[in-house]
T-cell receptor
Framework: NAGVTQTPKFQVLKTGQSMTLQCAQDMNHNSMYWYRQDPGMGLRLIYY???????DKGEVPNGYNVSRLNKREFSLRLESAAPSQTSVYFC????????????FGQGTRLTVV | KQEVTQIPAALSVPEGENLVLNCSFT??????LQWFRQDPGKGLTSLLL?????REQTSGRLNASLDKSSGRSTLYIAASQPGDSATYLCAAPLGTTDSWGKLQFGAGTQVVVTP
């Protein structure tokens, strides 16, 4: 039972470098999300995809782009990493619609130096 | 915008004592409220999901209540064990008409259960 799988688990980038965080879910969920978790700030929504083929901004989208590659996969791209993007990134998925339970991956710990 | 608050930020109890964790939210017109557990360096594990039509939800030693009128949810953990040591997060949908499951999280309560 894999659930939500994120890769990589850890990454160190230099300022200005780019990278893509990968996320895949095997629960046939329609909706997928990217959150970041920072000390003292809690988890904040970066982007989400309500269904395959759609994406929309969350609370803190600046500096990020996303791609919903297919129903299973939702990637998050940092085009030019900044130290302020040092964080733990979580991918989540849920069934579409109100009142549905969200399931989270194990996270990617990203450090930008 | 939904705002979620968890008090206290940290809690330490001896093994065997019951745990009471509080979560408050500003917008009472919510579809549901979800409780998560997070171990250090790990992801979030869903514990309980309470629908707006429910007042309680139970799973083993865990019981969560929801009072929409007062904007509060409480997570009870009976007969705590050292393995219950973790950070507990509650989360509610961002908007009342939001049907895509976007969540607003509280900052969490860090729990330590001492043997």
């Amino acid at each position: 039972n894999a659930g939500v799988t994120q890769t990589p688990k850890f990454q160190v980038l230099k300022t200005g470098q780019s990278m893509t965080l990968q996320c895949a879910q095997d629960m046939n969920h329609n909706s997928m999300y990217w959150y970041r978790q920072d000390p003292g700030m809690g988890l904040r929504l970066i982007y989400y995809s309500a269904s395959e083929g759609t994406t929309d901004k969350g609370e803190v989208p600046n500096g990020y782009n996303v791609s919903r590659l297919n129903k299973r996969e939702f990637s998050l791209r940092l085009e030019s990493a900044a130290p302020s993007q040092t964080s733990v990134y979580f991918c989540a998925s849920s069934e579409q619609g109100a009142g549905t339970e969200a399931f989270f991956g194990q996270g990617t710990r990203l450090t930008v130096v | 915008k939904q705002e979620v608050t968890q008090i206290p930020a940290a809690l330490s109890v001896p093994e065997g004592e019951n745990l009471v964790l509080n979560c408050s939210f500003t917008d009472s017109a919510i579809y549901n409220l979800q409780w998560f557990r997070q171990d250090p360096g790990k992801g979030l594990t869903s514990l309980l999901l309470i629908q707006s039509s429910q007042r309680e939800q139970t799973s083993g030693r865990l019981n969560a209540s929801l009072d929409k009128s007062s904007g509060r949810s409480t997570l009870y953990i009976a007969a705590s064990q050292p393995g219950d040591s973790a950070t507990y997060l509650c989360a509610a949908p961002l908007g009342t008409t939001d049907s895509w499951g976007k969540l607003q999280f509280g900052a969490g309560t860090q729990v330590v259960v001492t043997p």
